[in-house]
Every structure is written in structure tokens, then in C-alpha cells.
Nanobody, 122 residues
Framework: QVQLVESGGGLVQAGGSLRLSCAAS????????MGWFRQAPGKDRESVAA????????DYADSVKGRFTISRDVAKNTIYLQMNSLKPEDTAVYYC???????????????WGQGTQVTVSS
């Protein structure tokens, strides 16, 4: 089992920045690809970004490329999502998740955090 706890969400004005964190515990952190997902009200959960076990490979949704950066600190068993130039359409609950594969699809992720709310006001 892997336990994931997100933090760092909040309310921010459009154009602002937030950094989300996800602390992992349980099975060895480096076994897993880690991903960030988000779900807005009435919409499906969607992938935002993914990072492989050593941070050497990352992938992003087109909607966040150039604005968001995913990273991981292996020593701290933590991943981050730096979000810049935030837009109202980025408003959602953001989840981190762990997968045994380098993937972006929701169904490929086995472990999920409880989510943290990000609200971007216009």
C-alpha cells in the first residue's frame, strides 16, 4: 500500500501561483510513477502531469504546458506541482496518484490521495 497526502491548495487570483505537495508513505516511493490529476465539478477526472521514478521523464497535459511543473524529491518522498499563471479554468480538486507504469490515464493509477481544492478567481 501507498498512502498519499496532498497539501497546498487554496484560493488565488488569476495570474497567480500555487505549489501543491504530495507526501507519500508505505511502499518504496521510487517504485512508482507519480501523477497529478484534477477534477472540476461535473467533469471527468483528467491528467495534469506525470513524473517517472527518478524525475528524469515528465509529461504534461497540453492545457498546462509551460505553466505547471511537476517534480519529485526522492529523499523526502514528496512530489510537487508548481502552478504559475493560473486561470479560472484551472479551478478543480487536485489529486496525486501512484502508478506502476509511466502513464497519464486515470485507470493506470493504483493509489490516490484525498485531494486538495484549488480555486482561481477571475
Amino acid at each position: 500500500q501507498v498512502q498519499l497526502v496532498e497539501s497546498g491548495g487554496g484560493l488565488v487570483q488569476a495570474g497567480g501561483s500555487l505549489r501543491l505537495s504530495c507526501a507519500a508513505s508505505g511502499r518504496p516511493f521510487t517504485r512508482y510513477t507519480m501523477g497529478w490529476f484534477r477534477q472540476a465539478p461535473g467533469k471527468d477526472r483528467e491528467s495534469v502531469a506525470a513524473i517517472n521514478w527518478n524525475g528524469g521523464n515528465t509529461d504534461y497535459a497540453d492545457s498546462v504546458k509551460g505553466r505547471f511543473t511537476i517534480s519529485r524529491d526522492v529523499a523526502k518522498n514528496t512530489i510537487y506541482l508548481q502552478m504559475n499563471s493560473l486561470k479560472p479554468e484551472d479551478t478543480a480538486v487536485y489529486y496525486c496518484a501512484a502508478s506502476g507504469n509511466f502513464a497519464r490515464q486515470v485507470w493506470e493509477y493504483d493509489y490516490w490521495g484525498q485531494g486538495t481544492q484549488v480555486t482561481v478567481s477571475s
